[in-house]
């Protein structure tokens, strides 16, 4: 019965807290006596998860490629083709055979296409070239936004003999 009360009781104590915020201390004073003002302080919790997860979708999608090898005779980005939403950013995952990057070719990319990754890859070591990604976990992300429709072809350079290669379109 006691039990049953106490999330309404919460939610009332919670409603005088916001109600009476401007200093009325009989209303604190009653949050602090009461067990639920711990409970009525966690009850808005909810509320601030939603906040961030709705500015994450609001935010570009992710995409995650996997960077994949035995170090001696196979390589590969996995998966090695996928179709992606302009906007979308695609990260690039070392998880074994490094060291990995991802490079596409000038001539590969649609009109418009290299202009936007050059400003959609970080820290290229050459045009439309990302830097080596050394340890297993490091990650390279590159930005589709602005990307025109079309396929971006892109290959790992220090396994592009292994034939690392990559397709990527974007719808
Ligand atoms: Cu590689």
């Not at 201390?25 to 966690?42: D, E, F, N, R």
């Not at 005779?73 to 990995?100: C, D, Q, W, Y």
């Amino acid at each position: 019965m006691r039990l049953t009360l106490l999330p309404a009781l919460a939610a009332l104590v919670a409603l005088g807290a916001v109600a009476c915020s401007s200093g009325d201390k009989p209303a604190a004073s009653q949050a602090q006596a009461a067990t639920p003002a711990t409970s009525a302080a966690t009850t808005p919790a909810p509320a601030t998860p939603a906040a961030p997860a709705t500015a994450a979708s609001a935010r570009a999608a992710i995409v995650e490629v996997k960077m994949t090898g035995d170090g001696t005779t196979k390589a590969a980005f996995e998966p090695a083709t996928l179709a992606i939403a302009t906007g979308t950013t695609v990260r690039f995952l070392n998880v074994s055979g490094g060291p990995h990057d991802i490079a596409f070719w000038a001539d590969s990319v649609p009109k418009g296409g290299a202009a936007a990754l050059k400003k959609g890859m970080a820290n290229q070591i050459s045009d439309l070239m990302g830097p080596f990604l050394q340890q297993p976990n490091d990650k390279y992300d590159v930005s589709f936004a602005g990307a025109p429709a079309g396929t971006y072809r892109g290959y790992c350079l220090p396994h592009l003999a292994l034939a690392m290669k990559i397709a990527i379109t974007v719808k």
